[in-house]
């Protein structure tokens, strides 16, 4: 293991509900993801799984329900600050600023983490140098580990899709994440940049040691690098396991092989 998160903590998620209207979009899911443990999260559309995601990141409010981070009560912190406490995501539908170059926009990753913060570097306020150098050194060499170094100067706004997700990745391990959120990090890649981008997600854990919260529909992904999987359905947890053990149950089977597919 080579420089990796300091005391990567728990992630705990208990009975969190949250309901917007009459949709209850969770309903009272529990589990815990341990430290640099890889958890895949599936379920069919609807399922809750991005409204899970957006309680950990603190986009939304649970109605009632507990989200903790070690000792640290995730409920309790804003969005900033649960980046601050180390927790990176993606988005389901990439989030990145078309009008920035590939370089810039893994940088914005940094901000979370350093003392200018990213309202003044947006707005294009002095950071020391000796600030700005060591990030960019960071972020070309990630770049790099992501075979992204060619694209580095290039605007975001004129990449291909599967290259851009890859952009995501690098950005949200800027902020040198101790537990990484990957929403749909597959979705709309061809097979090969799946299995690669599977290859890559394991490689950067076993280097760095942080724990993945992996949502994908991408069941190949999932049981390949996911150390255990969370199934919902309607807001609930129907099981959790081994992926061996999920991949036999029988709501599982019934969702995923059986039907249409
Ligand atoms: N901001 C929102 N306002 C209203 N309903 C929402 C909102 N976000 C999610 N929902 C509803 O909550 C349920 C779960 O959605 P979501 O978490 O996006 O599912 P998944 O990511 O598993 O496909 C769905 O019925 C969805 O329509
Ligand atoms: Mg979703």
């Given at each position: 293991?080579?420089?990796?998160?300091?005391?990567?903590?728990?992630?705990?998620?208990?009975?969190?509900?949250?309901?917007?209207?009459g949709v209850v979009a969770l309903d009272g899911p529990s589990?815990?993801?341990?430290?640099?443990?890889?958890?895949?999260?599936?379920?069919?559309?609807?399922?809750?799984?991005?409204?899970?995601?957006?309680?950990?990141?603190?986009?939304?409010?649970?109605?009632?329900?507990?989200?903790?981070?070690?000792?640290?009560?995730?409920?309790?912190?804003?969005?900033?600050?649960?980046?601050?406490?180390?927790?990176?995501?993606?988005?389901?539908?990439?989030?990145?600023?078309?009008?920035?170059?590939?370089?810039?926009?893994?940088?914005?990753?940094?901000?979370?983490?350093?003392?200018a913060g990213f309202l003044a570097t947006a707005l294009g306020?002095?950071?020391?140098?000796?600030?700005?150098?060591?990030?960019?050194?960071?972020?070309?060499?990630?770049?790099?580990s992501m075979n992204l170094e060619h694209v580095g100067r290039?605007?975001?706004?004129?990449?291909?899709?599967?290259?851009?997700?890859?952009?995501?990745?690098?950005?949200?391990?800027?902020?040198?994440?101790?537990?990484?959120?990957?929403?749909?990090?597959?979705?709309?890649?061809?097979?090969?940049?799946?299995?690669?981008?599977?290859?890559?997600?394991?490689?950067?854990?076993?280097?760095?040691?942080?724990?993945?919260?992996?949502?994908?529909?991408?069941?190949?992904?999932?049981?390949?690098?996911?150390?255990?999987?969370?199934?919902?359905?309607?807001?609930?947890?129907?099981?959790?396991?081994?992926?061996?053990?999920?991949?036999?149950?029988?709501?599982?089977?019934?969702?995923?092989?059986?039907?249409?597919?």
């Amino acid at each position: 293991m080579s420089a990796g998160p300091p005391d990567v903590p728990a992630l705990q998620v208990s009975d969190v509900r949250l309901r917007f209207g009459g949709v209850v979009a969770l309903d009272g899911p529990s589990f815990t993801i341990e430290p640099g443990q890889i958890v895949g999260l599936i379920g069919p559309n609807g399922a809750g799984k991005t409204t899970l995601f957006n309680c950990i990141s603190r986009l939304y409010q649970p109605d009632s329900g507990q989200i903790t981070f070690g000792s640290t009560d995730l409920l309790a912190l804003s969005a900033d600050a649960v980046a601050d406490a180390g927790i990176a995501r993606t988005f389901q539908n990439i989030g990145l600023f078309p009008t920035l170059s590939v370089l810039d926009n893994i940088l914005t990753g940094a901000y979370s983490r350093t003392r200018a913060g990213f309202l003044a570097t947006a707005l294009g306020l002095p950071r020391t140098r000796r600030e700005e150098a060591d990030e960019q050194q960071e972020a070309w060499a990630l770049l790099e580990s992501m075979n992204l170094e060619h694209v580095g100067r290039e605007l975001a706004g004129n990449l291909p899709y599967g290259t851009l997700k890859r952009v995501e990745l690098a950005r949200a391990l800027m902020q040198r994440p101790r537990l990484l959120m990957l929403d749909e990090p597959a979705n709309g890649l061809i097979h090969e940049e799946v299995l690669e981008l599977a290859d890559t997600v394991r490689r950067l854990r076993d280097e760095r040691g942080f724990s993945v919260l992996l949502v994908e529909h991408h069941m190949a992904m999932v049981m390949s690098i996911s150390d255990r999987v969370v199934v919902l359905n309607f807001g609930q947890k129907v099981t959790e396991g081994e992926p061996a053990e999920v991949a036999a149950h029988p709501e599982v089977i019934e969702a995923y092989l059986g039907g249409a597919a």
